[in-house]
């Protein structure tokens, strides 16, 4: 699993997580929180972005995104479970490399693109049910920017 920084280029997920700790101790008085989503656009292909944010919360960000192509998806609901197991399997991995380090019980949240508004307001309990089952601190639109601006931002 790779990802690319627009600064640093193609990157493993250890070094992500190395990258990470860096940015955090540059200021370790600042608070942080780690944001993964994901997000998606059709064509002949699917091509889905993940992004993993960094925040140091009133100060910046940093970022990171991996991109996955896959045969289109049919439908809206598959997509949207597909983005969410994306971010999953990304945080997943990511805390595997945390939990080798002081920084274990970082403040995680995950963006997923569905809100009120919309088609996907029907999938939301279950969506975000998914997600706080599998522990995880759950945001939807208008509030999840991972997804929503910095996954979105790759797909195109």
Known sequence: ??????????????????????????EPSASYKLIIG??????????????????????GARYYYRRKYMSSVKNLRHKIFTETSLSLEAVTRLKEELDKTRYKDMDVEIHVDIGQNGDTKE??????????GVGYKVKIKPN?????????????
């Open 144 to 156: 999840a920017c991972g997804a929503t601006k910095v996954a979105d931002r790759y797909t195109k």
């Open 38 to 59: 994901s997000d998606s656009q059709s064509r002949d292909n699917s091509c889905f972005v993940t992004a993993v944010i960094v925040h140091r919360v009133g100060k």
């Open 1 to 26: 699993m790779n990802f690319v920084n627009p600064t640093k280029g193609k990157m493993s997920v250890q070094d992500v997580v190395k990258d990470i700790i860096a940015y955090m101790e540059e």
């Open 123 to 132: 999938l939301i309990r279950e969506v975000v049910g998914w997600v706080m």
